[in-house]
């Protein structure tokens, strides 16, 4: 790409700046008829699966959704081609999300059924708590994932606890029951240790002998108490995290996101940040 494109009043920069900038007028204009595509999109999903619905729209909704895809596609398409750091757009969170929900519309030229896998445009939503600048839920946000980054080593090794938990339920129900009461397999035995610890309970399984009801009777207060754990866990880690500045702004050069509010240069590239 040669240096011209990338000088202030080339098409490239203005496509930047429309599409990266949230806090300019075009920018904003951008980004709230993309967020209004994004709904309008999901519901043309959500109304195709209504069968009344489909059987008489069904050609409006096709060609509705299909250029709604080839807009977002080209959208796409501007996004890599604007922005000055390509792979780092692509394989960041955004770019993935922009990426993922393009593709179920194509891939209904070879399964039809895909389509409703458009729903995971929904994610493309997160973009207006930055587009708005809603700095507290921002800030929640970080919060949250702060929390949830800290708990992971305590939640990983308590889900390896429950599963060997449920493994030894399983098989101790398995040789206590019959195959009568639907206790046909280990797996199977262990699929309703796991429905009963977690309190769901379906009810398609159920010990029939008393050894087998007073065993299920103790996974069942056994499983008011798991539930807690891993409510105590992140408790825990949202009480530690520091209440830091919200971040909002972004670098017009290397277009990274969730810059501090004050700062004057770029974190990523050192370039100076425009007021």
Not at 50 to 55: E, N, T
Not at 68 to 76: A, V
Request: glycine share 6%; aromatic share 10%; proline share 3%.
């Amino acid at each position: 790409m040669s240096d011209k494109s990338r000088e202030p009043g080339s098409f490239r920069e203005t496509v930047r700046e429309i599409i990266f900038r949230h806090d300019t007028p075009t920018g904003k204009i951008f980004d709230v008829v993309l967020l209004i595509l994004i709904v309008i999109s999901i519901l043309l999903v959500m109304l195709e699966s209504v069968d009344s619905i489909r059987a008489k729209y069904y050609n409006l909704l096709w060609v509705c959704e299909w250029i709604i895809t080839i807009l977002f596609t080209i959208e796409y398409i501007l996004r890599i081609y604007s922005t000055r750091q390509t792979w780092a757009y692509i394989k960041s969170f955004y770019g993935i999300v922009d990426l993922i929900s393009i593709i179920p519309t194509y891939l209904t030229l070879f399964a039809i059924s895909s389509q409703y896998l458009s729903t995971v445009r929904a994610l493309r939503l997160l973009r207006v708590f930055r587009i708005f600048k809603l700095s507290q839920y921002l800030g929640e946000g970080r919060v949250l994932a702060q929390a949830l980054r800290a708990s992971r080593p305590k939640i990983t090794v308590f889900l390896a606890t429950v599963l060997a938990t449920s493994v030894i339920i399983g098989s101790i129900m398995y040789m206590v029951e019959s195959d009568e009461a639907g206790f046909t397999s280990i797996p199977r035995s262990i699929y309703w240790a796991i429905v009963t610890l977690t309190t769901v309970g379906y009810g398609d399984i159920a010990p029939q002998t008393t050894l087998g009801q007073t065993l299920a009777a103790i996974v069942m207060i056994l499983g008011y108490g798991i539930i807690a754990v891993p409510t105590g866990i992140v408790s825990v880690e949202l009480a530690n995290v520091q209440d830091e500045e919200v971040q909002t702004q972004t670098c017009l050069y290397c277009d990274a996101e969730g810059l501090s509010p004050t700062a004057k240069y770029c974190e990523n590239c050192g370039s100076e940040l425009e007021d």
